[in-house]
Nanobody
Framework: QVRLVESGGGLVQVGDSLRLSCAAS????????MGWFRQAPGKEREFVAH????????FYAASVKDRFTISKDNDKNTVYLQMNSLKPDDTAVYYC????????????WGQGTQVTVSS
């Protein structure tokens, strides 16, 4: 079992920055892919970014590329999402997720943290 706890959400203005954190506990952190997803009101959950814990490879959705940065601290079993130049369209509940070991299947999910970007 992997437990994920997100933090760092809040209410910000257009153009502001925010950093989300996802602390993982339980089974091993390595050998997984960690991802951030988001779900806006009335919309389906969508992929934002992922990072491989072992190699650090990253991938971003086109809508956030060049504005968001995903990173990790293996010593703290924590993944971050640095969000810059925030837009109203970034308003959503942001979820952290972890895959099963050595797979790309997201199986473990956090409870989510609300990000609201006000214009």
């Amino acid at each position: 079992q992997v437990r994920l706890v997100e933090s760092g959400g809040g209410l910000v203005q257009v153009g502001d920055s925010l950093r989300l954190s996802c602390a993982a506990s339980g089974r091993t952190f390595s050998g997984r892919r960690m991802g951030w997803f988001r779900q806006a009101p009335g919309k389906e959950r969508e992929f934002v970014a992922h990072i491989t814990v072992s190699g650090g490879e990253t991938f971003y959705a086109a809508s956030v590329k060049d504005r968001f940065t995903i990173s990790k601290d293996n010593d703290k079993n924590t993944v971050y999402l640095q969000m810059n130049s925030l837009k109203p369209d970034d308003t959503a509940v942001y979820y952290c997720a972890a895959t099963r070991l050595m797979t790309t299947e997201y199986f473990y999910w956090g409870q989510g943290t609300q990000v609201t970007v006000s214009s």
